[in-house]
């Protein structure tokens, strides 16, 4: 007579009929690991939409639609974010507001350096309001990059486009800095000078050049959103920042893009993330999200959403979708791509 299976033998039975199962989905699981985008090790988390600053043309003050809200990133959340996504190495902080207005920025910078995550804060900060424990703070605790936001070479300048805001005070916390770095021998932050060009700041140029020189701080010229800005010396304005185009409706017809259609490409390199935790995906999103807390499902999970996949897509030149609505077909910058046929290449 046959003998009867115990429990036990069962089981290797079992055992031995998954295994070509469990190989076949692994090797599923690799071509489709293979296929996807790798995860980013470099995102934005908004630290601050708060600001002291009243700018003329701050689009933060005066749109309405704009749906990001004013508030600050907490500490927790950034802690959490960082101890489940292992992947992530550095954070832009800034973006729509003052990062140092947000009153637990000292733990956060305090949790990241002692987790080898760089900060960074290029989107560029005012710089207006900062105490002396955390002027130290940057430089003890390695804050990767700092941009200051300095439209100006003196008060009266300096305060007519940044209302509210003290280019004297600027200059003194930047000094500041600057000698706390050689106290604790640090070559970080590392630091620049973000200078957007306007009427009224044009013959400033010159002398914003040397007092960045005397403080040892490299300039970079942006070109102003303003859509009715005609330059009064544009060749005085091409020799001093070695600009080509003036504006960006001049960059725009030269060039067959807009001007800053280069933060398309952060959907795949630097996802931005709301302070509140909302996905956003490049940092020009600010009227619409994608639908999805990264703090509450996750980083993986929110970057891989139906509706921020067909968005690379369409960035792509991909068919849009018609049950998805998607952000960013609303945005000027996707719909000069549509114009001149210039989509994104990944």
């Excluded at 508030?71 to 507001?97: P, Q, R, W």
């Excluded at 398309?264 to 940092?283: A, E, F, S």
Aim: glycine residues 4%; aromatic residues 10%; contains cysteine.
């Amino acid at each position: 007579m046959q003998k009867e299976l115990k429990p036990k033998g069962l089981a290797k039975v079992w055992r031995e009929v998954k295994r070509p199962f469990r190989q076949i989905w692994e090797q599923i699981k690799t071509i489709i690991e293979k296929n996807s985008d790798p995860l980013p090790s470099h995102v934005r988390l908004e630290a601050c939409t708060l600001c002291q600053l009243n700018c003329t043309s701050c689009f933060m003050r005066r749109d309405k639609t704009v749906t990001v809200g004013n508030g600050y990133l907490k500490f927790c959340d950034f802690k959490n974010f960082i101890d489940k996504n292992s992947f992530v190495k550095t954070v832009e902080l800034a973006n729509n507001g003052e990062i140092f207005l947000n009153p637990e920025l000292m733990d956060i910078i305090k949790y990241a350096h002692e987790n080898g995550i760089a900060l960074r804060a290029s989107g560029g900060v005012n710089f207006n309001m900062v105490s002396d424990e955390m002027l130290e703070a940057l430089a003890q605790y390695k804050f990767e990059l700092l941009s200051f936001s300095i439209d100006g070479a003196s008060q009266e300048v300096y305060a007519q486009y940044r209302r509210n805001g003290d280019f004297d005070r600027v200059i003194s916390n930047i000094s500041k800095l600057i000698k706390y770095k050689k106290k604790h021998n640090s070559k970080l932050p590392k630091l620049k000078w973000q200078y957007v060009l306007m009427n009224h700041n044009e013959r400033d140029v010159p002398k914003a050049k040397v007092i960045a020189k005397k403080l040892g701080i490299p300039m970079i010229f942006k070109l102003t959103w303003d859509k009715n800005y005609v330059p009064n010396d544009p060749e005085m304005l091409k020799r001093e920042t070695g600009l080509e185009h003036l504006s960006r409706e001049e960059f725009a017809n030269s060039n067959k893009q807009d001007y800053v259609s280069h933060v398309c490409h952060q959907l795949w390199d630097m996802p931005t993330i709301n302070w509140d935790g909302r996905l956003l995906g490049c940092c020009c999103l600010v009227r619409d999200d994608f639908g999805i807390n990264v703090f509450e499902v996750g980083l993986k999970k929110a970057l891989k959403s139906k509706k921020y996949r067909n968005a690379k897509k369409i960035l792509c030149g991909g068919k849009i979708s018609k049950s998805i609505d998607h952000p960013c077909v609303k945005c000027a910058r996707y719909k000069m791509m549509v114009k001149h046929n210039s989509f994104l290449k990944r």
